[in-house]
């Protein structure tokens, strides 16, 4: 009898404890919530050369704004020869909804300039092109660490980028933001050099600047001058992202392709034809009257227009609730993408 009442004691002892932890279950999850952390992100963030990197350049996380309930995380790619903070205004405004912005440095950009070297040679060339996958891998090592919604998204070769790292998982991400990203160069004669260049190893090194609207802008950050093979690397990244991602049978992400009209630096219809050909859940239109940088008021040439307003918009709803944005008509072929509609969006849910 009394080893049946010992025996009662310390059930009665136990289940008093795993129900006292039940009640607290709640709080300890939403603490966690409350301060999501990723400890890949903090050593990715350790490990950075800041002294040698330009001030703008340097990847940081953008909280949510305090006294906001988290929702989840975005992972944001800058563009080619460019710098995260590309996107501190479209984190600005993921924040005031809840979410937490991790701005990546892609590999080997933003270094400031030193005496006696050409900067730029950083960046991956030809035959290293797969340090972007390497990279687009540990992106989605940081999303897994992450609780809530999560989300990515690229410019340009950073688009390439985030679209990498949704084919690596088709698990992975609620939501995707793919905008004029690199997947192929736009230019007929562009591409002939850079086939060129694969071929021909002298090619390889030719420079190529942006111009003065980048060599004589002083809000300009990043780099203004790079090499063929450097644009060699992101084409070979597009080439193996495409044909990954046709490769999976099923998508949990639900993805955005934004594209400019008559786009100098990027091939829309290679993009268009890639998520065509895909399983991925999408929905695609495009701009007018913007250039390439179209969001990055330090980079575009375009007037910052009432499209913008609407990009910004349709960005926070799509990241918040997974709509696409609307468009005028449908993509019935890779060389037919519809319009972006202005049409004024609702405030997400909060």
């Known amino acids: 009898m009394v080893c049946v009442l010992e025996w009662l004691s310390r059930t009665v002892g136990v289940f008093a404890r795993i129900s006292w932890l039940a009640l607290l279950a709640p709080a300890v999850f939403a603490a966690d919530v409350a301060e999501p952390r990723s400890p890949l992100w903090e050593t990715y963030l350790a490990n ?81 092109w797969k340090r972007y996958v390497d990279f687009a891998r540990f992106a989605n090592e940081v999303a897994r660490e992450l609780p809530g919604i999560k989300a990515i998204g690229g410019l340009s070769v950073g688009g390439g980028v985030a679209m990498a790292s949704v084919a690596l998982d088709p698990e992975l991400y609620d939501r995707a ?13 562009a591409k002939i050099a850079i086939g060129v260049s694969s071929r021909v190893q002298f090619v390889r090194g030719y420079r190529v600047n942006w111009g003065p609207g980048c060599t004589e802008n002083p809000d300009r950050v990043g780099y203004c001058d790079f090499r063929l093979d450097q644009l060699l690397a992101a ?97 019935a072929s890779p060389d037919e993408i519809p319009l972006c509609s202005l049409k004024k969006a609702r405030a997400p849910s909060l």
């Open 48 to 128: 950075q050369p800041l002294s040698l990197l330009q001030e703008r350049c340097k990847p940081r996380r953008v909280a949510r704004q305090a006294g906001t309930t988290y929702r989840g995380s975005v992972l944001l790619m800058h563009g080619f020869t460019g710098c995260p903070s590309q996107f501190d205004e479209m984190a600005e405004n993921f924040s005031k909804l809840g979410f937490d912005s991790y701005l990546f440095l892609l590999p080997g950009h933003g270094l400031r300039d030193q005496v006696g070297s050409f900067v730029p040679d950083a960046m991956p060339q030809g035959d290293e």
């Open 177 to 189: 933001m793919f905008l004029a990203p690199y997947l192929d160069v736009s230019q007929k004669n």
């Open 235 to 331: 084409s070979r990244l597009g080439a193996w992202t495409a044909r990954r991602l046709a490769q999976n049978p099923h998508y949990r992400t639900r993805a955005q392709f934004v594209a400019v009209e008559n786009d100098q630096a990027v091939d829309n219809r290679r993009t268009s034809e890639a998520l065509l050909q895909s399983s991925l859940s999408s929905s695609s239109c495009r701009l007018l009257q913007v250039d390439h940088p179209f969001f990055v008021r330090d980079a575009a040439t375009a007037p910052f227009s009432p499209q913008l307003t609407a990009f910004f918009s349709r960005m926070d709803l799509l990241v918040t609730e997974g709509k696409f944005w609307p468009t005028q008509g449908s993509a």
